[in-house]
């Protein structure tokens, strides 16, 4: 670990923390680079975004130091934070401040901006010790107050200070560094963090960590196996029920429908790149088993779980509430819950009509659904999978949606509603009844194309 300059993501972005940094020095203050990109540098990582912390300078005088350099929001209460739009990542910067804790709730936090504190006083409000380091961009000197660095070497999450217990959230980026970092959590942190009460916080917050869980670390089932080991499952009771569940041990060596969840989580991160839409596929992976939990028992010889995947779709809107309140993310998650098992299924089955393929590509995407089934499949302890386009289920159901056109888009229905009315039905509840009779009958096949739609319809409406 030397100190050198990190070397961020984008190199424009480097050059312009240390333009900053020299001109808060010649207004007589000292700017400071803290938290993630310290961290990711020192781990030889690119940081993507920068925060600076600049010390001496009043707020005025900062603002009008800064401004030159991009167009300035305040964040935060107090105005604490000036954000510096770039076009080439994030620039946050702000004024040394002590927080403190002064009523329940996420709000209850009193924050006094005070450029006149010294480093250590103010890195005592962070999260984690890796989190809490310093650096001068132009001396390049590291000011390491709480030991980062040691538990950097370590791959240790310690909290900074007793107020760690201020802030529940704490305890979901705990997680997410584990499934960034595959760190430990040090036992004395893992102590304050069982004593949170996450009920205090907003959704809003959950998700920018679930989303770092889930979609930034290779290890998101290390990150979940986190949560439960931090005693945080208890705000996400779905996903808590799964401990323990049995599994028949001839398909599931690996253990509980847990520990399966973590094990497929883990395999999904290695196609991540490959997601149309890695947060609803993932998410889709998180929630796939969640109905096990309700429809486990031990008949005719094994566990079972039949209608598990029926089940699972309820509890994932459930559980996707605890999550976020983004529209429009929740049905496909329950969608690609509901059909997980379908690849396989159909796959196996001796025979599978057209129809049953197009009526799946109406309800899901049939590559996303394909990679949560192979993630469901990957996520025991087995090392001979193929790659996900390789695998058999997904590329025998993969080669019949694109015979049947429906390989990246679902079916378009061949009549629509102006079709009726031109031939003079009056608008109505019936017109409904015949695009559907319509589109069932091209689902099947029976239809196969605009033309012939048209000459059934002129037909039925002759009768
Ligand atoms: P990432 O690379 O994922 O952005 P990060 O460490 O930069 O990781 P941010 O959420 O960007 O994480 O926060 C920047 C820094 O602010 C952290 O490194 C940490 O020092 C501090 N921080 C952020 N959120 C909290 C919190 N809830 N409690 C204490 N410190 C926090
Ligand atoms: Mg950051």
Redesign the pocket.
């Known amino acids: 670990m030397g100190n050198t300059f990190p070397a961020f993501a984008e190199p424009k972005l480097g050059d312009l923390v240390i333009k900053i940094a020299k001109a808060c020095q010649q207004a007589g203050g000292r700017a400071f680079l803290?938290?993630?990109?310290v961290?990711?540098s020192l781990l030889g990582l690119a940081?993507?975004?920068a925060?600076l912390e600049v010390y001496g300078l009043q707020p005025d005088v900062l603002e009008k130091v800064v401004a030159p350099f991009g167009k300035i929001h305040f964040v935060g209460q107090q105005f604490a934070v000036i954000h510096l739009a770039t076009g080439f990542g994030d620039l946050?910067i702000s004024l040394p401040r002590r927080e403190s804790k002064t009523g329940p709730g996420h709000k209850g936090f009193s924050i006094q901006a005070d450029p006149e504190l010294n480093p250590e006083e103010a890195?005592a409000?962070?999260?984690?010790t890796v989190?809490?380091m310093l650096q001068d961009p132009i001396t390049n000197e590291i000011v390491d107050p709480f030991s980062g660095q040691r538990d950097l070497k370590a791959g240790l999450l310690r909290h900074?200070s007793p107020a760690?217990s201020e802030?529940p959230?704490?305890v979901l980026?705990a997680a997410?560094?584990v499934a960034?970092f595959a760190w430990k959590v040090a036992p004395e942190t893992v102590s304050l963090c069982w004593a949170q009460d996450l009920s205090e916080l907003p959704v809003e917050r959950f998700e920018?960590e679930w989303r770092?869980l889930l979609l930034?670390g290779s290890f998101p089932g290390l990150g979940l196996q986190c949560l439960a080991e931090l005693g945080a499952l208890r705000w996400f009771p779905e996903l808590e029920a799964l401990r323990g569940i049995p599994q028949d041990p001839v398909w599931h060596p690996e253990g509980d429908v847990f520990r399966h969840t973590c094990l497929c989580l883990n395999a999904g991160a290695h196609i991540r790149d490959e997601m149309e839409d890695p947060w609803v596929e993932m998410l889709g992976i998180l929630c796939h088993d969640l109905g096990k939990a309700e429809t486990t028992n031990f008949e005719r010889g094994r566990w079972r779980s039949p209608n598990h995947d029926v089940v699972g779709g309820e509890l994932s809107h459930a559980l996707f509430k605890r999550l976020s309140h983004q529209e429009g993310i929740a049905p496909k998650v329950a969608a690609l819950t509901r059909d997980h098992l379908r690849p396989t299924q159909y796959f196996f089955a001796p025979k599978v009509g057209d129809g049953a393929i197009r009526r799946l590509a109406l309800r899901v995407d049939i590559s996303a659904l394909i990679r949560v089934a192979w993630s469901d499949a990957a996520g025991r302890d087995c090392s001979n999978m193929p790659q996900w386009k390789d695998w058999e289920p997904g590329r025998w159901l993969l080669n019949r949606a694109a015979d049947l056109g429906v390989k990246d888009s679902a079916p378009q229905p061949f009549l629509l509603g102006r079709d009726l009315l031109e031939l003079g039905l009056q608008p109505g509840p019936k017109i409904g009844k015949i695009l559907n009779e319509a589109f069932e009958l091209q689902l099947d096949g029976k239809l196969p194309d605009r033309e012939s739609a048209q000459v059934w319809l002129a037909k039925k409406c002759a009768r």
Do not use: C, H, M, T
């Open positions: 803290v938290g993630g990109a961290r990711d940081p993507q975004d925060d946050e890195s409000r962070r999260d984690f989190n809490s900074v760690f802030d959230l704490r980026r997410r560094f960034r920018k770092g930034r």
